[in-house]
């Protein structure tokens, strides 16, 4: 990696304001329903305070549209993040201002102080100069640790670093940026790309950026029809991408030129509704009925499949294989997810997208048998379209 981390900076009695990504699901008390995006924070923290620095951590939750909403208050993870370290967290009401500037100059080193959402200000998201400055006098070192933001040039994120260097990368952000730019540029072979949810529009310029690098893909989710359609193949009442079926035909020739093995599924689970309760059926794809619809990859697909992950040395995966958040149509997706575990253990390097996956692995508890778990599910994507991320690039040069 080419820019600064914070290996490159000794934050004794510094005042260190970092970016962090403590967008966590809340039930309707307010309680955190999972907690990995704080914990993942954790070795940043403690490398901060144990060089004896002063950290102020902001950070976003929810989508309050610049309103002050209570249930979007990052409170919560102030007392989580304070039970996890064992530590006290100071959880100030608001984010700039008069107040908050005083709380942060009266610290002392190795305390925390936790912010109020950046998003109750619209300014925020605007990427507002003025709104940057203010966050900007609030530190002496910017920290960023929030990959899964820093595909958004907001202030917190991007605006901020024309105040206030050196700005450099947590260990989180550097180990996520790793993790993936190895994947990308210097894959142990073979590397398999498995790609998956609901549309084909979504995931274009992934597909097109993996050309060339990929020795395999592997397709599901709801984009599979689309393909399929564009091979003529009936596919019932199937999710399906009219005006991409052009350019996926274009694909699979492209794919084909490339000589990379673009797999698609051979069986699919199917219903008649879009429902859980809808009986499941499974057909081969070229017998699904007009009155049917495919919802997961079939047993056949799956066995294909990972015939593939066992014989990869590398593996990206981003997108579920069928409707995961239906229990009779999850099982591709935990399948995959199980062959993902098993070929860890072996020695493979295994990535797992944000997102959708990210919550399938978790969901089966396997997110600790995988090499890598991504915290950014956008951010992820975008870099594996090839794309700069903002958050990222305004970091500063070793």
Not at 108 to 125: A, D, F, P
Not at 317 to 322: D, E, I, L, S, Y
């Amino acid at each position: 990696m080419k820019k600064m981390t914070i290996d490159n900076i000794n934050f004794e009695g510094k005042r260190v304001l970092t970016r962090v990504d403590f967008n966590v699901p809340l039930d309707k008390d307010l309680n955190i329903t999972d907690d990995i995006r704080i914990k993942s924070t954790i070795p940043t923290i403690e490398k901060i305070l144990n060089d004896g620095g002063k950290l102020i951590l902001m950070s976003h939750l929810g989508r309050p549209k610049g309103e002050k909403k209570p249930e979007f208050s990052l409170a919560p993870v102030a007392k989580r993040l304070s039970e996890l370290l064992g530590k006290d967290v100071k959880f100030l009401n608001d984010c700039i201002g008069d107040e908050v500037e005083n709380s942060v100059n009266t610290m002392k080193s190795g305390e925390i102080i936790l912010l109020e959402n950046l998003r109750y200000y619209k300014q925020e998201e605007k990427n507002d100069p003025t709104f940057a400055e203010q966050l900007a006098k609030l530190g002496d070192v910017y920290v960023n640790d929030a990959f899964g933001t820093s595909h958004r040039a907001h202030a917190s994120t991007e605006g901020v670093t024309k105040f206030i260097k050196p700005a450099v990368a947590g260990y989180l952000m550097e180990k996520e940026l790793d993790y993936l730019g190895t994947a990308i540029e210097n894959p142990v072979r073979p590397f398999t790309a498995i790609l998956g949810g609901a549309k084909v529009s979504g995931k274009i310029d992934v597909i097109e950026n993996l050309f060339g690098k990929v020795d395999t893909l592997l397709i599901g989710g709801g984009m599979v029809f689309t393909f399929l359609k564009a091979m003529d193949y009936n596919i019932g009442k199937s999710l399906i991408e009219e005006e991409k079926v052009e350019l996926a035909s274009e694909i699979l020739t492209k794919a084909e030129e490339k000589e990379i093995a673009f797999i698609l599924p051979t069986d699919v689970v199917c219903a008649k509704e879009f429902s859980n309760d809808s009986e499941a059926k499974i057909f081969d794809i070229d017998q699904i009925p007009d009155d049917y619809m495919g919802l997961d990859i079939g047993p056949k697909t799956i066995q294909i499949y990972l015939d593939s992950i066992k014989r990869s040395k590398t593996i990206v995966w981003n997108g579920p294989m069928g409707v995961f958040e239906f229990s009779n149509f999850a099982n591709g997706t935990i399948k995959i997810a199980e062959g993902l575990a098993k070929v860890t253990e072996l020695g493979a390097t295994t990535i797992v997208g944000g997102g959708d996956s990210a919550a399938a692995i978790s969901s089966i508890g396997l997110e600790n048998s995988i090499s890598h778990v991504s915290t950014g599910g956008g951010a992820s994507l975008e870099f594996l379209e090839g794309k700069e991320l903002p958050g990222v690039a305004a970091l500063s040069d070793l």
